[in-house]
């Protein structure tokens, strides 16, 4: 859940909350799907996905669960590419009656590291302490994952035919530097498979609660572009005993401090400005007003005033920053050269092309070469469609009657990318509800708490009906 983000920077007080707020009650599943949902989870954390490990173990679970609930091994593929046998993905479908282009669910089945020394629990193992499901993907992603399974199980079992096929992939290598990312390569190599009208991505967003009380349903429509530039100094060299005026790590680090200092122009877009005035609608206070003055006609004193804040910053524009620095040869040889790795995130619609001119612009020495260091797909922004919109309030409103739903842009980046690129709308909205200022994706000690988990359940079993009805 690269793509996924909090707005923690904006909270108030962390609430410490052990059960769900009293107020967030809603449907439940019935216990068996349930207690499935509990044991899917915690095999699919017991099984160590991590970079190295790949995730055909995941995959392979996840199949035999959906041929021991009477899916067809036809509608159950285990799919690895032929070069990267253990980034294995899975994909099931179930049938409907042909009345649209299928529904498509994705969820990674891959985990970041976690070091065991640094946590109490073994990460590895599901652990239930204090109301909480402690692991290593519990929260990204396989908390998700459990449920749309067991969702999908339920409707098999219970003969449900949808107007449309359902098709789930949990797919491998989403977190891993994508040499095998699951969802690019099925829509490159397994079309036919994962076809849809429309993605559905859990990992990440969704619903989310403050201070004990229901706050929003945040909806992902769009994500900031990846774009990586290489800055590169080249000098003659010659003996550290006889220093000169010209060194290729002054002249590179001389740049990369204006790099340092310079602000990108603010740009707001579509999705942005919606974030910004419902989010702002809720936030008390001058903050409130200051984030709803983001999406008026004149944002600039706010603007100024909240890009301090790193989240809201990488809202407002483009952000690149040095990640990584290389330069010399020996301690006793001037440098030939000197190197720099600048990590940009483009707000979508601004090109690469744009972002070079403005670097070099901004570094002022036609000495530093920049480079792109890869080109970059640019997926389209899928906008919340009245339809879609109308279906999430329908969804939303049998568990938190009137709760908003907010579209958002991620600074980061999520596999809804690759549905985008391949022609698939896809919204990115996770089913589990989750205290906003206490998302530990990614971290030490993450954890789903339990109820939330339970109730999810039932989310995301009527979230995939509403929008799998035509
Ligand atoms: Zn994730």
Redesign the pocket.
């Known amino acids: ?1 690269i ?2 983000w909090r707005v923690s920077a904006l909270s108030l007080a962390a609430a410490l909350t052990l059960a769900l707020p009293a107020n967030a009650a809603g449907p439940m599943p019935p216990p068996a799907y349930q207690a499935m949902a509990r044991d899917t989870l915690k095999e699919l954390v017991e099984i160590n996905s991590v970079h190295a490990n790949g995730s055909t173990g995941a995959a392979e679970a996840v199949a035999r669960r959906a041929l021991a609930a009477g899916f067809a091994p036809a509608d159950v593929h285990v799919v690895a590419p032929a070069d990267h046998p253990t980034k294995g993905n899975v994909v099931i479908r179930l049938h409907g009656k042909g009345l649209g282009k299928p529904l498509l669910l994705i969820g ?1 089945l891959d985990v970041v590291e976690a070091n065991p020394r640094d946590w109490p629990t073994d990460p590895f193992k599901l652990v239930e302490k204090d109301g909480y499901y402690y692991g290593r993907g519990t929260e ?2 396989k908390g998700d994952d459990a449920l749309v399974l067991t969702a999908l199980i339920r409707m098999k079992k219970e003969g449900f035919v949808p107007d449309r096929d359902i098709i789930a992939a949990f797919t491998a290598d ?2 891993g530097g994508g040499d095998a990312d699951g969802v690019q390569w099925l829509f490159a190599a397994h079309r036919d498979l994962v076809d849809a009208g429309l993605a559905l991505n859990t ?2 967003d969704g619903p989310v609660w403050k201070n004990a009380v229901p706050y929003y349903v945040g909806v992902e429509t769009s994500e900031k572009v990846y774009a990586t530039y290489e800055l590169e100094v080249t000098n003659r060299g010659g003996h550290s005993s006889l220093p000169r005026a010209d060194n290729a790590i002054y002249q590179l680090t001389t740049g990369l401090q204006k790099l340092a200092a310079y602000r990108f122009p603010m740009h707001l877009t579509d999705t942005t400005r919606s974030y910004f005035r419902e989010l702002g609608g809720l936030q008390k206070g001058p903050l409130g007003a200051d984030m709803q003055a983001l999406a008026g006609a004149s944002p600039e004193g706010s603007a100024e005033k909240l890009g301090g804040d790193p989240v809201i910053n990488a809202l407002l524009r483009t952000t690149c920053v040095t990640t990584m620095l290389r330069a010399g040869e020996g301690e006793s040889a001037l440098p030939s050269r000197a190197h720099a790795t600048v990590q940009c995130r483009l707000i979508p619609g601004e090109t690469t092309g744009q972002t070079k001119a403005a670097l070099e612009a901004v570094i002022g020495d036609p000495a530093i070469k920049v480079s792109l260091d890869e080109p970059v797909d640019q997926a389209p922004e899928t906008l919340l469609t009245p339809d879609v919109l109308a279906r999430y309030h329908r969804l939303v409103d049998q568990f938190w009657p009137h709760l908003p739903v907010i579209p958002d842009m991620t600074p980061g980046a999520s596999d809804s990318v690759y549905a985008r690129l391949a022609g698939v709308p896809s919204y990115v909205s996770g089913a589990i509800l989750f205290d906003i200022d206490d998302s530990r ?1 990614h971290g030490r000690d993450e954890r789903v708490n339990i109820a939330a988990f339970d109730q999810g359940g039932e989310y995301a079993y009527r979230m995939i009906k509403v929008f799998s009805a035509r």
């Open positions: 859940m793509g996924s990674h990204d992603m989403e977190e990992d990440g994706a």
